[in-house]
């Protein structure tokens, strides 16, 4: 599985950002999809997640509220919208995907990942 990110930029606090996550090679064989970031020397932390099938989805509390994932299974796509941008929202942005829905908060429990895109306040 390859995954790919773009969308990222400079945002101003309380701008809005839609980051895209596009999936090619076995992607019959993920099951959730994951949003994570890592802010300089700071541990990889989980964002949100989906499930391919089903849509069922799962947020960070930080994120409740201003984030939203989707997917569009046709395009083998998921998508990061953020609104209400916060300074503390800066980060590298990474897509990565796992064939379980178990342990979904965990970042060593996926098996693919992006190579990121970067989120930066510019206020």
């Known amino acids: 599985v390859q995954l790919v990110e773009s969308g990222g930029g400079l945002v101003q606090a309380g701008g809005s950002l839609r980051l895209s996550c596009a999936a090619s090679g076995r992607t019959f064989s993920s099951y959730v999809m994951g949003w994570f970031r890592q802010a300089p020397g700071k541990e990889r932390l989980f964002v949100a997640g989906?499930?391919?099938?089903?849509?069922?989805?799962w947020y960070a509390d930080s994120v409740k509220g201003r984030f939203t994932i989707s997917r569009d299974n046709a395009k083998n796509t998921v998508y990061l919208q953020m609104n209400s941008l916060k300074p503390e929202d800066t980060a590298v942005y990474y897509c990565?995907?796992?064939?379980?829905?178990?342990?979904?908060?965990?970042?060593?429990?996926?098996?693919?990942w992006g190579q990121g895109t970067q989120v930066t306040d510019s206020s």
């Open positions: 990565s995907t796992k064939q379980n829905p178990y342990d979904i908060r965990q970042p060593d429990r996926y098996d693919y």
């Open positions: 989906i499930m391919w099938s089903g849509g069922v989805t």
